[in-house]
């Protein structure tokens, strides 16, 4: 097993993720398969277990408390997230602290996230009536918690802001990250600035919830054809999709934990296989990778070169949302799309574009930026609202509970 020090520990660079366990066929989280993958994982060495207070309906923490309890406390690392990124109308990080430990069955967590700070949420966070930070830190102080940080889907001028409030407060953070978001989600700018600022990084989303896995035949064929260029070369084959995405996560500077949401056990074996030993990437082979995700995306080549933005009558971001639009049309409707644009007032979304046409007239790439902005309203129309979301999601968390009981 691979292992990077980071908080003072040694950690497992694969960390074991149970926002997507094995189910069975009632969608009820299958207990027993669970335990012979955490059984699988403590074997191989695997030292970091991840899950939230959300996940799986509730039912995640305590389905992954249960299964660790046959090992001894100081054998492993368990994170949870505080949910402050879920709309509710009050907060109280006390209560859920409190339920997050009973549901886990442990005394303490090795390391505590604030679920992901985004541009909607990071409000939420600071907000001096629910006293979220200091709760936490007062937990830390306390031995409840070793270690507190964050997660975060924003972009990279939000975690910015969120690091100057901070301070020294967040002692890790968790990104999306892999090949694809290195420059779609502009992962890369996230990873500079947490290099900067020195804080080891956590990854999630390492193989896109499984899309970099799943490749189409016209992906699988070029991903072939790359990996026949190198035949020759001396290192050792990468046999799968799946190898290619993580041992490109393995070398980028500050990883310390790759999150993976495993869900069979032969996800498992394949995982635990690929983490035995390091195998860097060549320059020829992240070079190769990135052609690969750029035929991946189809997207607008918006350089932000902000040229577009001087004579928008409506102020609009239009770097920003061509971005989103990118991500949109890989990516689909989804919660993301939702958060983002839920932060967003009204006159700065894309429906607000008046399709002047003077942003088109000056693009240096001859983006057609009204018909991607006006492409991008609809398609923001057509997506439920982030509390729309939360709220859909509590109700299936109750129906789960009813179910269970």
Same mark, same amino acid.
């Given at each position: 097993m691979i292992y990077r020090e980071a908080c003072g520990h040694k950690l497992s660079q694969l960390g074991f993720g149970t926002m997507r366990l094995p189910l069975k066929e009632d969608k009820s989280i299958d207990e027993e398969r669970v335990q012979t993958m955490v059984d699988m994982a403590m074997a191989a060495g695997v030292n970091y277990f991840d899950t939230a207070y959300p996940y799986h309906g509730g039912y995640s923490e305590i389905v992954i408390g249960k299964a660790l309890k046959k090992y001894p406390r100081d054998s492993y690392y &368990? @994170?949870?997230?505080?949910?402050?990124?879920?709309? @509710?109308?009050?907060? /109280?990080?006390? @209560? !859920?602290?409190?339920?997050? &430990?009973?549901?886990?069955?442990?005394?303490?967590?090795?390391?505590?996230?604030?679920?992901? !700070?985004?541009?909607?949420?990071? /409000?939420?966070?600071? /907000?001096? #009536?629910? =006293?979220?930070?200091?709760? *936490?830190?007062?937990?830390?102080?306390?031995? #409840?918690?070793?270690?507190? =940080? *964050?997660?975060?889907?924003? #972009?990279?001028?939000?975690?910015? @802001? *969120? &690091?100057?409030?901070? =301070?020294? /407060?967040?002692?890790?953070?968790q990104i999306q990250l892999n090949y694809l978001d290195w420059t779609l989600q502009d992962a890369k700018a996230k990873v500079d600035l947490l290099n900067e600022r020195a804080i080891p990084i956590w990854v999630m989303e390492p193989l896109r919830g499984g899309r970099l896995v799943n490749l189409s035949e016209k992906e699988q064929d070029t991903l072939k054809t790359l990996s026949a260029q190198l035949e020759n070369s001396d290192l050792p084959a990468l046999n799968t999709p799946a190898e290619w995405g993580l041992r490109f996560l393995q070398q980028v500077p500050g990883v310390a934990v790759i999150l993976s949401g495993m869900s069979a056990e032969e996800q498992m074996a394949q995982n635990l296989k690929t983490f035995e030993s390091e195998r860097r990437l060549t320059p020829e082979e992240i070079e190769l990778l990135m052609e690969l995700a750029e035929g991946m995306k189809n997207a607008l080549p918006c350089t932000r070169c902000r040229y577009c933005c001087d004579g928008c009558p409506m102020g609009l971001d239009i770097p920003m949302l061509i971005h989103a639009y990118n991500d949109v049309k890989f990516s689909g409707r989804s919660s993301t799309v939702a958060m983002q644009f839920d932060a967003l007032p009204e006159d700065k979304l894309p429906s607000a574009c008046i399709g002047c046409g003077a942003c088109a007239a000056i693009c240096p790439q001859n983006i057609d930026i009204p018909a991607a902005l006006a492409e991008l309203a609809e398609t923001i129309a057509q997506t439920p609202s982030w509390k729309e979301i939360c709220r859909q999601r509590e109700e299936a968390a109750r129906k789960l509970a009813a179910s269970n009981k």
């Open positions: &368990l @994170a949870t997230k505080y949910p402050g990124h879920q709309i @509710a109308s009050t907060y /109280d990080p006390a @209560a !859920v602290f409190e339920e997050q &430990l009973k549901k886990c069955n442990v005394d303490y967590f090795d390391f505590y996230l604030l679920h992901n !700070v985004y541009e909607n949420s990071i /409000d939420v966070y600071k /907000d001096p #009536r629910w =006293g979220i930070i200091d709760y *936490f830190k007062e937990q830390v102080k306390n031995g #409840r918690i070793r270690h507190l =940080g *964050f997660s975060t889907h924003a #972009r990279p001028e939000t975690l910015k @802001a *969120f &690091l100057d409030y901070s =301070g020294d /407060d967040m002692e890790f953070c």
